[in-house]
């Protein structure tokens, strides 16, 4: 059985945040037991799971990724829509456009070091909108 | 309650092709909710999820992935399958096996600009099976 | 339904490694169709699916992965836990918190030359907890 609903994230700036706190509020209760599935509805942000203490480590995943995937590389052909928008959108496949989290225990099962992350590529983007969906 | 059914690709040439409208085509009448997971058994191919308009985003995906990981770096120990193929392993990890997609209204719930590639990275691969499976 | 459980696994050298036919024995049957959605419970290793043939394969793949994402860059500001310990962070977010595996016939329907690695990237972690739920 599925239960689902979407949540829409205000906009945030280039980098990589925490946002576990926003998704357990809109969650609401869990079924005892399941997985949760969080699904982003764009293709210049993504959602992965990392540490959940130490701002210094979004800030280096968010350094690592500009310095793996740079801008204005010289190969680039899609550059119309701005020099961070190419590399924003192979960032967003490699971390990914959902991430799934068992359920135990009516809560999210995450690790205790743990966090959900959403990546931010674009330099000013809108509010991102992620669904939901929550099998038991 | 899961569906599920097996597509067989055609065999595509090295780089990343939206294949949204062939898995649709293929899956015909979806529940009205629930999730669809797209499993590609194969390990120097992969299937990400990212922009469906602009040849050129594939295009650049593909030579990225190339830069990031080039053929024939001197370290390589597994050479023996060709110099695409180490290569291809790699790339089809940090893209993914599979994909999660949600449901909603009866649809691939997918984003505006969102489209389902397959990213294949061998020079002469024959054709891909997908597996896919539709919770609900 | 959701059919979960837990499988603690010993402490693995930095690398990859085939963690196959131990997630298999820990499995015991399966029901007959669904879909296996196996996570780890860190943030400094990680899960993928690839080659299940040549050791060279997961050699190469370590290899692969340190120099993409090589220790002491002098960007760095999360150093504190040592200098295998961001580049970790990052590796585990690029090869992902999870997989998920068809189950078809009562197998985990991986192709023939795929099999589960784990992706630790710590020097001297201790054991990994999986949280494994199965879905049919």
């Not at 706190?21 to 942000?45: C, R, W, Y």
């Amino acid at each position: 059985m599925t239960e689902e609903f979407d949540v829409q994230l205000p906009a945030y700036s280039r980098g990589f945040h925490l946002i576990t706190e926003s998704i357990k509020n809109e969650m609401g209760d869990l079924p005892k037991s399941g997985l949760v599935n969080i699904f982003i509805q764009h293709t210049s942000a993504a959602l992965t799971i990392n540490e959940n203490y130490d701002p210094s480590v979004r800030e280096d995943m968010a350094a690592i990724s500009d310095n793996l995937v740079p801008e204005n590389a010289s190969f680039y052909t899609h550059t119309m829509e701005g020099s961070d928008d190419m590399p924003a959108h192979f960032k967003a496949s490699i971390m990914g456009s959902s991430i799934t989290i068992p359920i135990r225990n009516g809560q999210l099962a995450l690790g205790t070091w743990q966090g959900i992350y959403l990546c931010e590529f674009r330099n000013r983007a809108g509010g991102r909108k992620l669904l939901i969906s929550i099998l038991s």
